[in-house]
């Protein structure tokens, strides 16, 4: 048995309809055709993202310092300065500002429910 690889991503919100609503509107995101009971999936390539009510026993307020802690969530965007900047007009709080890296620009941004998200604009 060979594991191929990461398949689909989903972030445990407070609020399903609002963390949708955020991606979609300051990121540009689509929604998938369908998606299950307590969740919207997005279609995104080449891996599903998703936000999802949290499991049971979840406590997204209680996880310190912030939800998701010590993972690297990356998405790839066409323009990642320009969405920063829109971001910041909407005080979306940037963690760490735009900079030079092998990927391109890459700056990290915390979503409504504190995750720490990077954007960078280089496949």
Same mark, same amino acid.
């Given at each position: 048995?060979? +594991?191929t690889?990461?398949?689909f991503?989903a972030?445990q ?18 929604? %998938?055709?369908a ?7 997005f279609?995104?390539a ?12 979840t406590? +997204?307020d %209680? ?17 990642a300065q320009?969405l920063?900047d ?5 005080g +979306?709080? +940037? ?12 700056f990290?941004?915390a979503?409504p ?5 990077t ?5």
């Open positions: 048995m060979t +594991v690889g990461p398949d991503i972030l919100v407070r609020d399903v309809e609002a963390a949708a609503s955020f991606y979609e509107q300051r990121l540009g995101l689509r929604r %998938a055709p998606s299950p009971p307590g969740a919207v999936v279609a995104t080449p891996i599903a993202f998703a936000v999802r009510a949290p499991l049971p026993g406590d +997204v %209680a996880v310190r310092p912030r939800p998701g802690a010590g993972v690297a969530l990356w998405l790839a965007a066409d323009d320009a920063h829109d971001l910041v007009t909407a +979306v709080p +940037v963690l760490a500002a735009p900079s030079t890296t092998p990927f391109g620009t890459a990290t941004f979503d429910d504190g995750y720490a998200i954007v960078h604009d280089q496949p």
